[in-house]
Structures are given as C-alpha cells and as structure tokens.
C-alpha cells in the first residue's frame, strides 16, 4: 500500500488543478488571436500610416515585449511582496489589455492591448507559489501536470479562436479572454490553496547568484536560441497562414478551426512515438535536430506546394508536429543542463527568450509580407530554421538527469565531506549547498539513483555523526 508521502494530498492536488486552469486561461488568452488577427484584423481603422499586414504582425507579437521584459522581475517582486498580490495584479492587467483590445476601432489599439495583456506576466510568480505548497517529491509531477495543461490550451486556443470570432467577432474574442482572466483571480481566491510560509526554491525561481553561470554556459544559449527562434517561426507564420488558407485554399475564415483540429491532434499523435524514443534510447540530440529540419521543410513546403486546401493541411500537420515536437523538447533540454541550484535561472532566461521570439517573429512575419507576400514569409521562416539547424547541430549530446531538492537537517557533518558523499554515488553528476535554504541541490541520473536513497543518505550520515 502506498504511503501518503508517495501519493499526493488534498493541497497538492488544488495546486495542481487550480494553477494548471488559471495558466491555461492566461495561454488561452494570449494564443486565440493566432489563426483570426491575419483575416480579421485588416477590418479594422489604421491612424499610424504604416502598412496593415506589418501592424497585424506587431499586434500579433506585441505582447512578448512586456512579457520578456517583466516576468523575471516580477518573478522576484514575488519574492519580496508575496505570490498573490502579484498574480491578482498580473491576471488585473491582462483583463485590463483584453478590454483595451475588445474596444479598440483600430489595430493601434489593439496592439497597445496586446502590449497591456504581456504586462501581467505572472508565470514565474505561479511557480514560485507552485513551490511553496508542493512537496518535492511531488513537485516534478504537479508542474508536468501544469505543462500539459499549456500546451492543451494551444490545442484549444487554435480551435476556439476561429469559432469565438464567428460568432462575436474580434472584439467578442477579447471580451472572452478578459472574463477569462477575471475567473481566474476568482480561482486563486477560493481554490488555489495559500502558502503557509514562502520559501526560496532555486530549481524554479531566479536566483541573481546563478545568473553568471547560467549566461555563460554555451548550451544553454544554444536552447535559449531554439525557443527563440521557435516561437518567432510560429508568430511569422500566422501573419499569413490564416491568408492563405482563405486564398489558396479556398476555406472561408469561419471554418478555419477544423484545419486546426486535424493539424493539432495528428502533429500530437505523431510527436508522442519520438519523445518516447528519445528518452528511452537516449537520442535526445538526434530527434531534436530531426525536429528542426523538419520545421524548416514545412515552410519550404508551405512556399513551393501550398496550392491547395490538402496541400496546406498536410503541411499544417507537417508544421505542427515538429513544433509540438521542439516545445516539448526544449525545457526538458534545459532542465538536463542546467547547473544544480540554477535550474529555476535557467528556465527564467529561456522563457524570456521565447517571448522575445514571439515579439520578432510577428514583425518579422509583418515586414516580410509587406514586403513580398506569402512567398517572403515562408522563405524567410525557412532560411531561419536552417541557420537555427546549423547553430544546434555543434550541441553535445545531453546529459540524462534530473534536478532535486534535498533538505539538510540539523547535525549535519562537514559540508565539504557531505557533497564529496553525494557526489561518489552512482549517477550524480552535480550538487550544489545553500546555506539559507538548508539544502543542496542535487542534478542526478534516475536510471542510477533515486531521489529517496539520496535523502536516506543525507540522513543517515546526519544520524552517524549525532
């Protein structure tokens, strides 16, 4: 029978549910505009004098600016002011942009909603109170369960966002993430259990000692790179995907959603087979790199053989599953190189990465269409998957471990002869004491270890020299 240390509780269990839901509203929120602001949005005012398809690229990535710029800090404002006034503030201001952008009789003022609506960044805040109500041996689990829920909501976000337009219209769509956004302040209040006391947890909250070591560590950048480069090919081609569909394809705005289905659910159903492959046999580098090019063929494909509704569902489906694929590749790549005690640093930087990605590639998806149609973007997007596939392949092959916590109690012996011990086990490659935290931070090959015997061992040598 297990113990009620090996299954999670009651709290744990709400922090699970309640966070995965108000992170997944949030995504929704951010990623429903996707596939309608390419068609949709050439419907409304234009007061700047720029070219439309460059604005509705700049709204489409408008909100990774605030977002890159305002998640670490906000992130450590947690710290010091506590988790939930910055998460009621956050969720505040999306609604905020959301209404901004639900108002708006043109697409500068909709840009400046989406500028508003990245502001709330409140995903390091989130993981930080994820932290403070989670235990260890538990907290893998519950931010995997969180990690699902993100990328179910893009699944959702791309299917919903057409549907919602068709019936309510741009403006409909914003309304709906801003009540959204609400609920979720709603959510934290009365389900999302609070912290009895807040602690420092380095493997997800930023720590400014780690950021040297992190920034200077060239694998690291290579993912935090990839991410970037990533999520601007996703923002690029939806300045002109929803396009084309419409114009080669024949398939009128409001039925875009089925497009997305199809594409979604068989880019999942084929990206499974390689994450288990790579784990299992530990190819992590090949998949990844098999992933890249395959992103990179889809634009090509999209350029030189979109000519055709078929056509450009194969190549949704072709685009999706490499992206799936790479989204969920990357964060485990850098959890398996982040230096023990900097895993939370490292997540930070690779997070700020992707919203700046997300920020280029709408205007780089915005320019390039302005500048020579369909073919500008997807050839553009294709030439920068190929330079992103020739910068990824001087990557070493990854180390197989995981990152843990392990709690010092008191009696402790030399800490010198403590992380020698640690690091004479089979399958530990890494460890790292912190005195405030009474902890160590410990990076480890689950294959050769278990994050119990470790603690065991801590424990036990703590009792040998009482």
């Known amino acids: ?43 409304l005012a234009s007061h700047s004098g720029l070219p439309m398809p460059l604005l509705i690229g700049i709204a489409i990535g408008a909100y990774g600016l605030t977002q890159a710029v305002l998640q670490i800090p906000f992130g450590m404002l947690s710290d010091r002011i506590g988790r939930m006034p910055v998460i009621y503030g956050g969720l505040l201001v999306f609604a905020l942009g959301s209404a901004v952008a639900a108002m708006a009789s043109s697409i500068e003022m909709v840009i400046l909603g989406r500028v508003i609506q990245g ?13 403070d109500v989670t235990r260890e041996q538990h907290r893998t689990k519950v931010m995997a369960g969180i990690g699902m829920s993100i990328g179910l909501s893009f699944v959702v976000a791309m299917i919903l966002g057409p549907v919602i337009a068709r019936w309510f219209g741009l403006s409909g769509l914003f309304w709906f993430t801003a009540a959204m956004a609400l609920f979720g302040m709603v959510l934290v209040a009365g389900w999302v259990p609070k912290p009895d006391k807040q602690l420092r947890h380095l493997d997800s909250g930023i720590n400014k000692q780690a950021l040297g070591r992190v920034f200077a560590d060239p694998q690291l950048w290579r993912l935090d790179v990839g991410i970037f480069v990533l999520h601007a090919l996703l923002m690029a081609s939806f300045t002109v995907l929803p396009l084309v569909l419409v114009e080669q394809g024949g398939l009128p705005r409001d039925e875009h959603w089925w497009v997305y289905v199809i594409a979604m659910v ?12 790579s784990e299992k046999n530990r190819q992590l580098k090949k998949v990844f790199l098999g992933a890249i090019a395959l992103v990179g063929l889809s634009q090509l494909y999209f350029w030189l053989l979109g000519f055709n509704l078929v056509l450009l569902v194969i190549g949704a489906v072709l ?43 709408g205007f780089l998806g915005g320019g390039l269409y302005t500048l020579g149609g369909n073919a500008a973007v997807f ?28 709690t010092v109690v008191a009696g402790q012996p030399a800490i010198d002869e403590l992380l020698a011990c640690l690091l004479s086990q089979p399958g530990v490659m890494d460890a790292l004491y912190v005195a405030e935290d009474a902890a160590v931070y410990v990076k480890f090959d689950t294959k050769l270890n278990e994050r119990e015997r470790l603690q065991a061992l801590l424990e036990g040598r703590t009792a040998a020299t009482a």
Do not use: H
């Open 1 to 43: 029978m297990a113990s009620s240390a090996d299954s999670m509780n009651a709290v744990e269990r709400r922090a699970m549910s309640g966070l995965s839901l108000v992170f997944a509203f949030r995504m929704l929120g951010m990623f429903m505009v996707l596939p309608v602001l390419a068609t949709y949005g050439s419907e």
């Open 379 to 406: 050839g553009g997007c294709a030439l920068l998957a190929a330079l992103w596939f020739v910068f990824a392949a001087t990557m070493q092959e990854p180390p197989y471990v995981t990152s843990t916590r392990l």
């Open 119 to 131: 502001a709330g960044a409140i995903s390091a805040a989130v993981m930080a109170l994820l932290s």
């Open 266 to 277: 068989s880019g999942f159903v084929m990206m499974v087979p390689f994450i288990i492959y």
């Open 319 to 361: 685009f999706f599953a490499a992206f799936n694929l790479l989204e969920a590749t990357l964060p485990s790549l850098v959890s398996k190189l982040a230096p023990a005690g900097a895993k939370g640093t490292a997540m930070g930087i690779y997070a700020t990465s992707q919203f700046l990605g997300a920020a280029a590639g």
